[in-house]
Protein backbone atom coordinates (compact mmCIF):
# COMPACT_ATOMS: atom_id res chain seq x y z
CA UNK A 1 0.00 0.00 0.00
CA UNK A 2 1.22 3.39 -0.99
CA UNK A 3 0.37 6.44 1.31
CA UNK A 4 0.98 9.99 0.85
CA UNK A 5 0.53 11.66 4.73
CA UNK A 6 0.11 15.28 5.43
CA UNK A 7 0.26 17.71 8.34
CA UNK A 8 -0.11 21.31 8.22
CA UNK A 9 -1.75 21.42 11.53
CA UNK A 10 0.91 23.53 13.06
CA UNK A 11 4.07 25.19 12.17
CA UNK A 12 5.82 22.49 10.47
CA UNK A 13 4.63 21.53 6.86
CA UNK A 14 5.36 17.88 6.55
CA UNK A 15 4.55 15.28 3.95
CA UNK A 16 5.94 11.89 2.94
CA UNK A 17 5.29 8.74 0.86
CA UNK A 18 5.81 5.78 2.29
CA UNK A 19 4.97 2.10 0.76
CA UNK A 20 4.06 -0.98 2.56
CA UNK A 21 7.13 -1.11 5.87
CA UNK A 22 9.51 1.48 3.48
CA UNK A 23 9.39 5.37 3.84
CA UNK A 24 10.02 6.37 -0.07
CA UNK A 25 10.20 10.40 0.90
CA UNK A 26 9.70 12.39 3.42
CA UNK A 27 9.50 16.42 3.37
CA UNK A 28 9.87 18.77 6.31
CA UNK A 29 9.81 22.75 6.70
CA UNK A 30 9.74 24.48 9.83
CA UNK A 31 10.50 27.95 9.16
CA UNK A 32 7.42 30.15 9.30
CA UNK A 33 6.00 30.44 6.21
CA UNK A 34 3.02 29.98 5.18
CA UNK A 35 1.46 26.21 5.01
CA UNK A 36 -0.41 28.14 1.53
CA UNK A 37 3.07 28.81 0.14
CA UNK A 38 4.56 25.56 0.97
CA UNK A 39 2.48 22.64 1.04
CA UNK A 40 1.80 22.00 -2.64
CA UNK A 41 5.44 22.50 -3.73
CA UNK A 42 6.50 19.99 -0.61
CA UNK A 43 3.71 17.34 -2.68
CA UNK A 44 4.60 18.16 -5.76
CA UNK A 45 8.11 17.67 -4.89
CA UNK A 46 7.56 14.24 -2.84
CA UNK A 47 6.48 13.05 -5.93
CA UNK A 48 8.60 13.51 -8.29
CA UNK A 49 11.32 12.49 -6.08
CA UNK A 50 9.20 9.24 -5.46
CA UNK A 51 8.86 9.15 -9.11
CA UNK A 52 5.10 8.40 -8.44
CA UNK A 53 1.82 9.87 -9.99
CA UNK A 54 -1.29 10.71 -7.82
CA UNK A 55 -2.90 7.71 -9.64
CA UNK A 56 -0.75 5.57 -7.87
CA UNK A 57 -1.84 6.06 -3.84
CA UNK A 58 -4.09 3.98 -2.33
CA UNK A 59 -4.05 6.30 0.77
CA UNK A 60 -3.93 9.70 1.78
CA UNK A 61 -3.48 10.49 5.35
CA UNK A 62 -4.16 14.13 6.91
CA UNK A 63 -3.51 15.63 10.41
CA UNK A 64 -6.89 16.70 11.18
CA UNK A 65 -6.56 18.52 14.37
CA UNK A 66 -6.23 19.81 16.97
CA UNK A 67 -3.68 22.78 16.01
CA UNK A 68 -3.73 25.95 14.20
CA UNK A 69 -7.85 26.72 12.58
CA UNK A 70 -5.34 28.12 9.03
CA UNK A 71 -3.06 25.29 8.98
CA UNK A 72 -6.01 22.62 9.25
CA UNK A 73 -7.98 24.34 6.75
CA UNK A 74 -5.26 24.15 4.49
CA UNK A 75 -4.21 20.63 5.09
CA UNK A 76 -7.45 19.38 5.21
CA UNK A 77 -8.88 21.28 1.92
CA UNK A 78 -5.63 20.19 -0.06
CA UNK A 79 -6.48 16.60 0.90
CA UNK A 80 -10.26 16.30 -0.20
CA UNK A 81 -9.54 17.84 -3.29
CA UNK A 82 -6.56 14.90 -3.93
CA UNK A 83 -8.75 12.34 -2.91
CA UNK A 84 -12.13 13.21 -4.58
CA UNK A 85 -9.80 14.14 -7.86
CA UNK A 86 -8.31 10.55 -7.83
CA UNK A 87 -10.58 8.72 -6.01
CA UNK A 88 -8.51 7.77 -3.30
CA UNK A 89 -10.00 7.20 0.07
CA UNK A 90 -8.42 9.06 3.41
CA UNK A 91 -7.59 8.95 7.30
CA UNK A 92 -8.20 11.91 9.50
CA UNK A 93 -5.86 11.26 12.37
CA UNK A 94 -5.48 13.40 15.38
CA UNK A 95 -2.24 15.81 15.41
CA UNK A 96 -1.50 14.35 18.85
CA UNK A 97 -1.71 10.81 18.13
CA UNK A 98 0.76 10.75 15.61
CA UNK A 99 3.50 12.97 17.73
CA UNK A 100 2.71 9.87 20.26
CA UNK A 101 4.00 7.33 16.97
CA UNK A 102 7.39 9.70 17.39
CA UNK A 103 8.33 7.60 20.43
CA UNK A 104 7.47 4.12 19.58
CA UNK A 105 8.06 1.72 22.24
CA UNK A 106 8.75 4.35 24.73
CA UNK A 107 8.53 2.67 28.76
CA UNK A 108 7.04 6.34 29.82
CA UNK A 109 3.69 8.28 29.58
CA UNK A 110 3.84 10.02 26.27
CA UNK A 111 2.32 13.78 26.63
CA UNK A 112 2.21 15.61 23.60
CA UNK A 113 0.88 19.57 23.68
CA UNK A 114 0.32 22.18 21.06
CA UNK A 115 0.47 25.66 22.29
CA UNK A 116 -3.38 26.89 22.07
CA UNK A 117 -2.76 29.93 23.93
CA UNK A 118 -4.68 31.43 26.65
CA UNK A 119 -2.72 29.12 29.42
CA UNK A 120 -4.14 26.22 26.88
CA UNK A 121 -2.69 23.49 25.60
CA UNK A 122 -4.07 20.88 23.11
CA UNK A 123 -3.13 17.63 24.97
CA UNK A 124 -3.66 13.90 25.21
CA UNK A 125 -1.81 11.61 27.04
CA UNK A 126 -0.33 7.88 25.88
CA UNK A 127 1.02 4.71 26.75
CA UNK A 128 2.86 1.92 24.78
CA UNK A 129 1.29 -1.65 25.66
CA UNK A 130 3.95 -3.42 23.83
CA UNK A 131 3.45 -2.63 20.13
CA UNK A 132 0.41 -1.09 20.76
CA UNK A 133 -0.10 2.94 21.36
CA UNK A 134 -2.86 3.02 23.77
CA UNK A 135 -4.65 6.23 24.53
CA UNK A 136 -5.46 6.80 27.88
CA UNK A 137 -6.73 10.35 27.44
CA UNK A 138 -8.62 11.31 24.80
CA UNK A 139 -7.63 14.74 23.11
CA UNK A 140 -8.44 18.05 24.35
CA UNK A 141 -8.24 21.63 25.52
CA UNK A 142 -6.89 22.01 28.81
CA UNK A 143 -5.51 24.28 31.06
CA UNK A 144 -1.59 23.54 31.66
CA UNK A 145 -2.31 23.80 35.39
CA UNK A 146 -4.59 20.84 35.43
CA UNK A 147 -2.98 19.13 32.74
CA UNK A 148 0.32 19.07 35.59
CA UNK A 149 -2.01 18.43 38.49
CA UNK A 150 -3.37 15.22 36.60
CA UNK A 151 0.58 14.46 35.43
CA UNK A 152 1.15 14.56 38.87
CA UNK A 153 0.04 11.12 40.20
CA UNK A 154 2.34 9.75 36.92
CA UNK A 155 5.71 8.46 37.71
CA UNK A 156 8.09 9.99 34.22
CA UNK A 157 6.11 12.09 31.49
CA UNK A 158 7.64 12.77 27.85
CA UNK A 159 6.71 15.94 26.90
CA UNK A 160 7.05 16.89 23.05
CA UNK A 161 5.33 19.46 20.83
CA UNK A 162 5.28 23.38 20.50
CA UNK A 163 4.14 23.79 23.72
CA UNK A 164 6.93 22.95 25.52
CA UNK A 165 8.79 25.65 25.05
CA UNK A 166 6.06 27.88 26.33
CA UNK A 167 5.19 26.07 29.30
CA UNK A 168 8.49 24.37 30.09
CA UNK A 169 9.41 26.50 33.18
CA UNK A 170 6.15 25.27 34.50
CA UNK A 171 6.37 22.01 33.54
CA UNK A 172 9.50 21.39 35.57
CA UNK A 173 8.33 23.58 38.32
CA UNK A 174 5.60 21.73 38.91
CA UNK A 175 6.62 18.53 37.90
CA UNK A 176 10.42 18.56 38.59
CA UNK A 177 12.45 15.47 38.12
CA UNK A 178 9.42 13.84 36.58
CA UNK A 179 9.58 15.66 33.01
CA UNK A 180 11.03 14.65 30.71
CA UNK A 181 11.18 15.91 27.12
CA UNK A 182 12.14 14.88 23.60
CA UNK A 183 14.89 15.73 21.55
CA UNK A 184 14.83 17.84 18.88
CA UNK A 185 14.56 14.50 15.91
CA UNK A 186 11.28 13.52 17.56
CA UNK A 187 9.72 17.08 19.34
CA UNK A 188 7.76 17.98 15.85
CA UNK A 189 5.23 17.16 13.99
CA UNK A 190 6.47 14.12 11.37
CA UNK A 191 4.49 12.77 8.50
CA UNK A 192 6.05 9.46 8.45
CA UNK A 193 4.57 8.94 11.74
CA UNK A 194 1.25 10.02 10.34
CA UNK A 195 2.20 7.18 7.93
CA UNK A 196 2.37 4.57 10.84
CA UNK A 197 -0.61 6.02 12.63
CA UNK A 198 -2.78 5.98 9.35
CA UNK A 199 -1.46 1.78 8.38
CA UNK A 200 -2.94 0.91 12.14
CA UNK A 201 -6.99 3.37 11.25
CA UNK A 202 -6.38 2.15 7.79
CA UNK A 203 -6.16 -1.83 9.23
CA UNK A 204 -8.67 -0.74 11.87
CA UNK A 205 -11.58 0.33 9.08
CA UNK A 206 -11.21 3.80 9.64
CA UNK A 207 -10.59 4.85 5.83
CA UNK A 208 -13.42 7.61 4.72
CA UNK A 209 -14.27 9.26 1.36
CA UNK A 210 -12.63 12.34 0.66
CA UNK A 211 -16.14 14.34 0.68
CA UNK A 212 -16.22 13.21 4.37
CA UNK A 213 -13.37 14.20 5.42
CA UNK A 214 -13.47 17.36 8.42
CA UNK A 215 -10.78 19.18 10.74
CA UNK A 216 -11.06 18.67 14.30
CA UNK A 217 -10.60 21.94 16.25
CA UNK A 218 -11.47 20.87 19.83
CA UNK A 219 -13.04 24.30 20.53
CA UNK A 220 -13.83 27.93 18.95
CA UNK A 221 -12.00 30.11 16.96
CA UNK A 222 -10.72 33.50 18.09
CA UNK A 223 -13.70 34.86 15.69
CA UNK A 224 -16.28 32.65 17.41
CA UNK A 225 -15.08 33.64 20.46
CA UNK A 226 -15.18 37.48 20.29
CA UNK A 227 -18.36 36.97 18.26
CA UNK A 228 -19.81 35.40 21.61
CA UNK A 229 -18.38 37.85 23.90
CA UNK A 230 -20.02 40.71 22.19
CA UNK A 231 -23.20 39.46 22.01
CA UNK A 232 -23.35 39.11 25.22
CA UNK A 233 -22.32 42.52 25.86
CA UNK A 234 -25.13 43.41 24.07
CA UNK A 235 -28.10 41.60 25.94
CA UNK A 236 -25.83 42.90 29.07
CA UNK A 237 -26.67 46.19 28.11
CA UNK A 238 -30.17 45.70 27.12
Not at 12 to 32: F, G, H, Q, R
Not at 215 to 235: C, D, G, I, M, T
Request: glycine content about 6%; overall charge negative; proline content about 4%.
Amino acid sequence: MKILSVDTSANVATAAISEDDKLICEYSVNNKLTHSQTLMPIIDSILKQAETDLSEIDLIAVANGPGSFTGLRIGVSAVKGFANAANIPVVGISTLTSMAYNLPYCPHIICPIMDARRSQVYNAIYKWNGNELCELKAPRALGIDELLDELSDYETVVFLGDGVPVHKSVICETLKNKASFAPLNTNIQHASSLSVAAINAYKEGKAINGFDLTPVYLRKSQAEREAEENEKRKENKE
